[in-house]
């Protein structure tokens, strides 16, 4: 029942695999949910390394519950290509 331009967004990091798969076989395309206030950007790498190989996965969201954007500038360079 849900239009297939619909994207997607995976939240929980524990099952990601499991859920990126899933929706993306129903043809969806999927999203990481990444960050939650973490210290650190090591759950943002386990969702951009599982994105990989995704049929259909397009993105990742940045998201903070608590206003906290302490590593924003560090996330954009992860996820950004390489500057010329």
């Known amino acids: 029942y849900l239009p297939k331009d619909l994207v997607v967004i995976s939240w929980y990091h524990r099952v ?7 929706f993306s076989g129903l043809g969806f ?3 990481a949910g990444v960050y939650y206030d973490d210290e650190d950007l090591e759950r943002t ?6 994105l990989k190989g995704v049929p259909g996965a397009c993105g990742l969201i940045y998201c903070s519950w608590s206003n906290k954007y302490d590593l924003l500038g560090e996330f954009g360079d992860l996820v950004s290509p390489p500057r010329e």
Request: charged residues 50%; proline residues 0%.
């Open 29 to 31: 395309r999927t999203m």
């Open 45 to 50: 790498k386990d969702w951009l390394e599982d």
């Open 16 to 22: 990601r695999k499991k859920s990126l798969a899933h």
